[in-house]
């Protein structure tokens, strides 16, 4: 089949059972990155060759006629040749989870490609696509930077030429070596497939058949030929002439006309749109031409934005600046526009065309009044793009049988200004909330107003002109008068009706005001300094007209290094790579999806509920079982054994059976021979509904006294006696959003029937082997001993991949069961987002009571979490929030209850703090409110409250060993926190409109499952008799490096190399009855697992080597087995002393506690509400770091995910509990650009943690809540902003501080004239 709607790169390997697995997808909506490869294209009429990243997932099979592809595999691999890309990244430590590690590789090697010696910012630029939800980002910057003409470290080799370790940085090496990278030479580079070069311009027609071999098709002479490919559902057509094109559109009004189709792509995937006759002009010549007329600049149709925008760099650098003030301005748009994959395919005319209300380059064309040339076959006319152009939503006024030839942008006038502005949640790769153009042209020599255009989208249906406005300020004098009138008349004129979708009404009515107010700045500027009588711009507000320009952010990373003398085979505390991280890079890594097909395979495709709460009154399936490829349908019926699952209380179902409880309730499934087939008839089965009532939000929750049981309490000492004493009582509360788990691998499941005794094999990406094993063993009716589920590594869990990995897993085993055939299924993103749930949303409500001082006596706060509909983890989630709600501070009196909301979303399970964060969060907004409230420095009231060593928490337990007093002096001092400080407050006294914030934020995180039981761990250890040894745990790798980790504590133990020593994966037929790989717990638990069987292993070799002290590894090995000594053991760990019972408020809930403190500082903008962040400082206490290479990755990659979580992620559902944000188009994840423009991390020296393995200390979790240091730097900015308004004192924050709050929080004369 060869249907323009799935024939993507990706599925060209596939189909042609290539073997070619690098390639990944994410999210099939060109917003992640994980699929980029690199296409090649001989241009002819410029005889040049054209490289360029793009987007597999939106590349369309068909638009590839002439065009080489290289995917990851094309480049360099582990068994031939590393290429140098793929080996840096790798060994820079920039490879966790490694599923987005193929993508930004070949991003990379694009760029290397165009430009063998880039500079860091166009390294940037490259990563505009690109997402990573593991490594924080840092790491693979560093490593590529070694690329860059700045150069990254050079390992100590140029210490008298500006090396950081000859200025300061002597306290630990670097966590990779440059010198051990191999060189680059750009010479060396795979060619161009000769056969592709077509010079030869015939006009032939070439019919293309269904079954279509690409590779016979592609010879010369072909070059702009008339294609036609015909697929089952859509025909596309490439006109290999003009008059080719404009016959055709003539013949079919209706075709869709696709360029880079990252518009198309999306309808067509996620609008259920089908087009049947598809045109794709992107290769004559007349519609990518560009020509220079005496007005400006003609782009035709098809011009790429790259294309576009190098054009407009190079007129900016020859032209006389007055000239090119509109170039600049689409070149401000084009800088954060999309990521740079899209930016390589998408056109011009495709965003033009496409009209969106939120296109960020149409305002521009608007303001500068762009003219379009648009024809048919009778000829053409130019119409210019006014308020007439577009003509409803996403309607232009271009009759269906015209094209759009092309788009003249016209050079600026001497007195002419131009600015735009885009305003999206993050800055890169976003759709705008609110996107601006404005155009001024004075009347020669003065500041009067002779023509005026601001032109805004997301307003309205259309992007609109704001004319009425416009039309006030003709013939006014530019200054304070205008600027006034110019705000009340926007805030009449650009006005939006409160259920305008996209939400957010008032901050985007203030948008308007505020982004005219930028501009006015900037005019204003400008013509104070060509010499015109105007007013001058205040001092304190030149910051406010600034464009943003990001900074290259720099890291240091600070680790103690092993002892002086230690043997270098000793591994354990070195810096040493993840041990896939090779395999990762070069797409050899093989994840769930990559098991090769099994010959008589079937994929099943998920029914879910459109309902949140409603009975099933009917299903009809008829449909689809007679659609093409359909083997079976699977309802609650077939299941052969129980459909009452969850992983502690049975309160879910498999499918569900009556009733659903939420949008996205699974319901039944459709499996067919291929992914597609079953998509399809999918969507075909019917289901009747008989809606009940819903309950969505905590607060709907709260009002019907919908909670699961039991209802949470920790309570110490005497509370009313605390408020008593206290000096004084403040009250608050905040809310705090969920988050989506985001891994770059979404849900997947392979089930394999076994054939007999009621077997089945499991592949399944899951941080829970045995839980998947006895839930799918349940589900089929069989006991536990017939079901094997086996985990390689998975592309990211973050505890998603907990308990909900299930939901699909228990399906797939059903479908594999009633089939007896093997069944697959790799959720798509959507799917993933929409059924899998997320971190629980919290609301904290308390009351605290503290002395003059700041000593805070007396606590009371009560937490609600948003379950969703079924318990899940969620009773030990807001137990952990409990545990939690004194984060670092002592206080005597305390009560702290925790309710688990149910309602109808899907069930909210484990995320990386498993509730901590919520805890800790809202500890620090009281903490806040406090010092807030007593106009003391908050950094103070937070030391002063800090625990000393013996106190005991709320929940009795005492503290010892506690390094928190180092971490926050050395966090203070690293940061230079009183210098910033102080500086901070200059620059707040000196800026009106941006202010600077800072916040150190402590935080103390329990260690251990705090259900008792799950803190055991299992491992296995065979040694073969050629001396190699099979390492075996309970613990699975997601990235994380448990894997690396065990090897090297293996290595140490058995006193062998870690290349003796390999871990293929995790089943459960090796290593029995295994907890989650969860908790942060998995080195210290599995880490003692694979001490003990190592150390049996040691007992029973130990007479050999006593025998022969000389002989080697392998001597002793062999001379055992001849002795017929067991060279297999297992061993066993559980942690001592562990057991908390709320009943008595009693018992020890953690083995220990990492510490850890950040500092961090901020820079807002007050009139857009975006934020910068300037600086983090982490000092965090992981004991005797085990690989403080992958331990550093830890925290970085846990501090941005908590970024992620209090300043951008935002999951919105709409009333009816349906689910609108449901991939990275919609929900942003940190990308490059929000690292910390200074990110320095350094691990605390001297703290050797008795309580685990080798000295260390769990990591995984507890740097994450160090991300509300940047929180309530946000806040501190914000406070310094209210001052300006004569607001002062504490006041609501919730979290994520998007761009929205911050605006909205600020509150100033503009916010006032919108409400
Ligand atoms: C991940 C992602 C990020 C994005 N980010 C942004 C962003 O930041 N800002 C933004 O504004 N947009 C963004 N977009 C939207 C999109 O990329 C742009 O609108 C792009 O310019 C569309 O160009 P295309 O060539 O890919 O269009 P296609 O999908 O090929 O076509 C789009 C439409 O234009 C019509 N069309 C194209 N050419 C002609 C012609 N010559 N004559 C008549 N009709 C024509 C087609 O019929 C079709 O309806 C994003 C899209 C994606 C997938
Ligand atoms: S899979 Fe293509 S961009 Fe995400
Ligand atoms: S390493 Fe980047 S997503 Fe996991």
């Not at 076994?754 to 045995?770: H, I, N, P, R, Y």
């Not at 507890?1262 to 006041?1291: H, M, N, Q, T």
Request: hydrophobic letters at 40%.
């Amino acid at each position: 089949r060869l249907a323009p709607r799935s024939a993507t790169v990706s599925r060209l390997q596939s189909a042609g059972q290539m073997g070619l697995t690098g390639t990944k997808l994410g999210c099939a909506e060109g917003g992640c990155g994980a699929c980029t490869v690199m296409l090649s294209r001989y241009q002819t009429h410029t005889q040049q060759l054209l490289h360029y990243a793009v987007n597999a997932c939106l590349a369309p099979l068909c638009s590839l006629h002439l065009v080489a592809v290289t995917t990851v595999e094309g480049i360099g691999s582990v068994a031939r040749k590393l290429h140098p890309v793929q080996e840096r990244i790798a060994r820079s430590h920039g490879s966790q989870c490694g599923f987005c590690t193929p993508g930004i590789v070949m991003s990379m090697y694009a760029l290397l490609r165009n430009n063998a010696t880039p500079k860091m910012a166009d390294v940037e630029e490259a990563f505009h696509g690109n997402l990573c939800r593991c490594t924080g980002y840092r790491p693979i910057l560093e490593g590529y930077k070694t690329f860059t003409v700045e150069g990254g470290c050079c390992g100590g080799r140029g210490r008298d030429n500006g090396c950081c370790l000859a200025n300061g940085n002597t306290e630990s090496p670097s966590l990779f070596n440059a010198a051990d990278f191999a060189p680059f030479d750009p010479t060396q580079e795979i060619i161009f497939p000769p056969e592709l070069m077509v010079n030869n311009l015939t006009h032939k027609k070439c019919v293309v058949p269904a079954r279509y071999n690409l590779k016979n098709s592609l010879t010369k002479g072909q070059g702009s030929a008339s294609l036609r490919f015909h697929g089952d559902r859509a025909t596309w057509l490439q006109p290999a002439s003009l008059d080719e094109f404009l016959r055709l559109k003539w013949k079919h009004p209706d075709a869709r006309v696709v360029v880079g189709n990252t518009e198309v792509g999306i309808e067509v995937k996620f609008k259920n749109m089908v087009y049947p006759v598809i045109l794709a002009p992107a290769f004559i010549p007349e519609l990518n031409a560009v020509t220079h007329t005496e007005d400006g600049v003609v782009f035709g149709a098809a011009c790429t934005l790259s294309h576009m925008g190098a054009v407009l760099r190079q007129e900016v650098e020859t032209r006389p600046p007055h000239q090119t003030q509109v170039f600049l301005a689409v070149l401000e748009q084009l800088r954060w526009f999309a990521g740079l994959q899209i930016r390589n395919v998408a056109a011009v005319g495709g965003n033009i065309m496409t009209a969106s209300p939120i296109s960020d380059l149409n305002p521009v064309f608007m303001a500068a009044g762009c003219r379009l040339t648009l024809m048919d076959r009778d000829g053409s006319r130019v119409v210019r793009m006014d308020e007439g152009f577009f003509c409803g939503y996403r309607k232009t006024s271009v009759r269906p049988q015209e094209v759009l030839l092309s788009i003249e942008i016209p050079y600026s006038k001497k007195t002419q200004f131009v600015s735009a502005f885009k305003q999206s949640p993050r800055r890169e790769d976003d759709i705008s909330t609110v996107t601006a153009a404005m155009s001024v042209t004075f009347a020669p020599g003065t500041a009067v107003v002779e023509d005026l255009r601001l032109s805004y989208g997301g307003m309205a249906a259309v992007t609109a002109l704001a004319g009425k406005t416009a039309a006030r300020l003709l013939g006014r004098r530019w200054g304070e008068e205008l600027l006034q009138d110019a705000c009340s008349s926007l805030a009449e004129e650009m006005t939006l009706d409160p259920s305008a979708p996209g939400g957010m009404v008032t901050y985007r009515r203030t948008l308007t005001l505020s982004l005219f107010y930028k501009f006015y700045l900037t005019v204003l500027h400008k013509l104070r300094e060509q010499g015109l009588n105007v007013e001058a711009v205040p001092s304190d507000c030149l910051s406010a007209a600034e464009v943003y320009h990001p900074e290259t952010p720099s890291g240091v990373q600070i680790y103690q290094a092993v002892p002086e003398g230690r043997g270098q085979d000793d591994v354990v505390g070195r810096p040493m790579m993840h041990l896939s991280a090779l395999k990762q890079a070069t797409g050899e890594a093989v994840y769930c999806d990559d098991v090769p097909l099994y010959e008589n395979e079937l994929y099943l495709a998920l029914v879910t509920s459109s309902k949140a709460h409603a009975h099933i009154l009917s299903i009809d399936s008829s449909v689809a079982e007679a659609m093409p490829g359909v083997a079976c349908c699977v309802f609650a019926e077939d299941i052969p054994g129980s459909n009452a699952v969850g992983p502690i209380t049975y309160d879910e179902t498999v499918l569900a059976d009556g009733q659903v409880t939420c949008v996205g309730h699974i319901i039944g499934a459709v499996v067919a021979d291929t992914q597609l087939a079953a998509q399809r008839a999918a969507k075909a089965v019917r289901i009747q509904y008989e809606e009940l009532p819903h309950i969505i939000t905590i607060q709907e929750a709260i009002a019907a006294q919908s909670f699961y049981q039991p209802i949470r309490t920790i309570e110490s000492g005497d509370l009313e006696a605390g408020f008593k004493q206290a000096d004084h009582i403040l009250e608050g509360e905040m809310h705090i959003g969920g988050q989506e788990h985001f891994y770059l691998e979404t849900n997947v499941t392979l089930a394999v029937p076994k054939g007999e005794d009621g077997e089945m094999e499991l592949f399944v990406s899951t941080q829970s082997a045995s839980k998947t094993q006895l839930l799918v063993a349940k589900v089929l009716g069989v006991p536990a001993n017939r079901v094997v589920v086996r985990v390689k590594r998975m592309g990211g869990g973050f505890g998603g991949k907990e308990t909900r990995t299930t939901v699909l897993s228990t399906v797939v085993a059903v479908a594999a069961n009633k089939l007896k055939r093997p069944v697959r299924c790799m959720l798509d993103r959507d799917e993933d987002m929409l059924v899998t749930g997320g971190r629980h949303p919290f609301y904290g409500k308390y009351k605290v009571g503290f002395l003059n001082s700041g000593k805070v006596v007396a606590l009371d706060v009560s937490y609600y979490s948003n379950a969703g509909n079924s318990m899940d983890l969620s009773l030990s989630i807001v137990e952990r929030a409990l545990f939690h709600m004194e984060n670092s501070y002592s206080v005597a009196n305390v009560r702290g209850r925790g309710f688990v909301c149910r309602t109808n979303l899907p069930s909210n399970t484990a995320f990386r703090g498993f509730g901590g964060p919520q805890g800790m969060m809202v500890t620090e907004s009281w903490m806040t409110d406090v010092a807030q409230s007593l106009g003391r420095p908050a950094e103070e009231v937070r030391r002063l409250n800090l625990y000393v060593e013996g106190e005991s928490t709320p929940y009795n337990q005492i503290l010892d060993q506690l390094t928190l007093d180092r971490c926050w002096d050395q966090c203070l001092q690293r940061s230079g926190y009183q210098q910033r400080r102080a500086a901070a407050d200059l620059y707040n006294r000196q800026n009106r409109w941006t202010k600077r914030g800072l916040a150190i934020v402590p935080t103390k995180f329990g260690i251990s499952f705090t259900a008792a039981f799950l803190n055991q761990a299992g491992a296995l250890v065979h040694i073969y008799t050629d001396g190699s040894v099979l390492l075996t745990h309970g613990g699975t790798e997601m990235g994380q490096g448990l894997h690396t980790k065990m090897v090297q504590v293996a290595s140490r133990v058995l006193g062998i190399p870690c290349s003796k020593i390999h871990i293929s994966e995790t089943s459960t037929n090796t290593v029995p009855n295994t907890s989650p790989t969860a908790a942060s717990a998995s080195s210290d638990l599995n880490g003692a697992a694979v001490v003990n069987a190592c150390q049996t292993l040691l007992q029973r070799l130990a007479p050999y080597k006593t025998l022969n002290p000389k002989g080697s590894w392998e001597d002793w090995v062999k001379a055992a087995y001849f002795d017929r000594v067991n060279l297999s053991a297992n061993g066993f760990y559980k942690t001592p002393d562990l057991g908390y019972s709320f009943d008595t408020n009693s018992g020890r809930a953690f083995n220990y506690f990492t510490y850890g403190v950040a500092c961090s500082e901020v820079e807002i903008d007050c009139l857009t509400g975006a934020h910068k962040n300037l600086s983090t400082t982490i000092v965090m206490d992981v004991g005797h770091s085990l690989n403080p290479a992958i331990d550093i990755g830890q925290v970085e990659g846990a501090f941005m995910q908590g970024l992620g979580l209090f300043t951008l992620e935002e999951l919105h559902y709409s009333p009816r509990g349906v689910l609108l944000t449901r991939g990275p188009g919609s929900y942003k994840i940190p990308a490059f650009g929000d690292i910390p423009t200074q990110l320095t991390v350094s691990l605390l020296r001297d703290a050797p943690n008795d309580k685990a393995i080798f000295a260390s200390k769990a990591v995984g979790e507890p740097p994450l809540f160090l991300a509300a240091s940047v929180f309530y730097a946000i806040k501190d900015a914000i406070s310094a902003a209210r001052v300006e308004s004569g607001v002062s004192g504490p006041f609501r924050l919730d979290s994520p501080a998007s761009a929205e709050r911050i605006r909205t929080a600020c509150c100033d004369r503009f916010t006032k004239l919108v409400q």
